[in-house]
Every structure is written in structure tokens, then in C-alpha cells.
């Protein structure tokens, strides 16, 4: 089936919320410099269901206009009402790379104690690559929420700065088997003789999928 700009248009301008959705859908099958034009103003509407779906898509979508991207979004990531906009808008901003505004998500990561803005934060430090973010990892990483926890150990083998090694090597023996497997993605990631000694203790992980990262990453 293929959408025109006129139909889908229809569908974004609808009094009903569903409406809105669907179009924000099609918006996939349209050229993406027009559909990043029209899902601008559903960035902002009243529904919260519909605000998501529209931030969610500003990925990849908003790389038609990084600026414009920038300030939608980090509109949406300090003023909405509903956290998993806040959530998806963060996961956007990584998406796109966009570490200009990495001030806005630091200041919002320790202003809130909602677990999932949390956790989108540090999930895009990590892709941001940004290396003032490393101190804010490790702050991430006694975190009691063990996904935000888990998130910071994979971010800073992403960030790849190697004095984080000295602060992951007590999760060697975490309880959390998960918790354990990150630690081994990142060991692999971030090297050196120090990182190898860790991935050897882990390659003697009771569970399997520890173990065969560990071994994986020697």
C-alpha cells in the first residue's frame, strides 16, 4: 500500500488520537525531509501517546536538521509531563549524536529519581561517546536500580576510558549474571593487560553466556 502526503496528512490533523498515530506511522513510507516537516507539530501535541511516537521517530528522522532536532528535542526532555517521552527523547538525542546536549541530560539525570529517564540517560552517554560523561557513569554504576547499573557498565566500555577498569573490576563478582555479561562486552572493548585478567576470571563464569563472552573477548 503506498501513502501520499496528502493522506497522511489527514491523519496527523484528526481529532483522534488513534488518527494521529497511524499517520505518525506512515510518516515512514513519505520522503524524509517532508515527513521530518510534518511530525514537528506532533512533537508537542496534547496526547502523551502521540508525543512519544513522534520523539521515537525523531531518530533517525531528525537528521535532516541536527539544530532543529536539538531543540525539539531537548524541549521534550526537560518539559514533558509524561517520563517516557523524556525517556524516548534522551534515546533520540543518542541516536543522533547530538552532545551538545549533554549539560541538559547530566543536569536532568540527577534532578530525577524516575528509573527509565535514568536509565535513557546513561544508555545514550555511551553512544554519544562524550568523555565528560565518565564521571556521571560511574556514579551510574551504584545505582540501586540494577538496569541503570547495568547500562553504565556497557556505556563506559563504549566510552572506552580505561580508568574506568579500576572501578568495574569489584562486579566481577556481582550477583547479577547480566551485571557480569556487560562487564565482559566492556573488558573486551576497553583492553589492556589489567582488562584481560578480568575477562580471565570471567571466562570461568558458572553461567554460559558470561562465560562465552569472557572467552570471546580474550
Known amino acids: 500500500m503506498s501513502y501520499s502526503p496528502e493522506s497522511v496528512q489527514t491523519l496527523l490533523h484528526s481529532s483522534d488520537y488513534g488518527d494521529r498515530l497511524q499517520g505518525i506511522n506512515q510518516l515512514r513510507q513519505l ?12 512533537v508537542i501535541d496534547t496526547n502523551a501517546r502521540v508525543r512519544y511516537a513522534a520523539v521515537s521517530q525523531l ?19 526537560l518539559y514533558d509531563s509524561e517520563a517516557d517521552v523524556k525517556a ?4 533520540a538525542i543518542g ?14 539525570y540527577y534532578q530525577t529519581s524516575d528509573w527509565l529517564i535514568q536509565l535513557s540517560i546513561i544508555a545514550t552517554l555511551g553512544e554519544l561517546g562524550e568523555p565528560r560523561g565518565f564521571d556521571l557513569l560511574l556514579h551510574a554504576l551504584n545505582s540501586d536500580n540494577t538496569l541503570v547499573k547495568t547500562a553504565a557498565v556497557s556505556a563506559l566500555g563504549e566510552l572506552g576510558d580505561t580508568r574506568a577498569i579500576s572501578s568495574l573490576v569489584p562486579l566481577v ?3 547479577d549474571w547480566q551485571v557480569r555479561y ?11 593487560e589489567q582488562a584481560r585478567a ?17 572467552k570471546d573477548n580474550l
Not at 520522503?31 to 506532533?42: C, E, K, S, V
Open 59 to 77: 531518530d533517525p528522522l531528525g537528521k535532516q536538521d541536527l539544530d532543529k532536532a536539538l531543540d525539539l528535542l531537548q524541549e521534550r526532555l
Open 95 to 108: 541516536g543522533l549524536k547530538l552532545v551538545a546536549a549533554y549539560d541538559h541530560l547530566e543536569t536532568l
Open 198 to 214: 578480568i575477562l580471565a576470571q570471567l571466562s570461568q563464569d558458572p553461567v554460559e553466556q558470561v562465560a562465552r563472552e569472557a
Open 88 to 91: 524516548a527523547a534522551a534515546d
Open 31 to 42: 520522503d524524509p525531509a517532508l515527513a521530518f516537516t510534518m511530525i514537528q507539530p506532533l
Open 173 to 175: 563478582g556481582d550477583e
Open 182 to 192: 556487560r562487564l565482559a562486552q566492556s573488558m573486551g572493548r576497553l583492553g589492556g
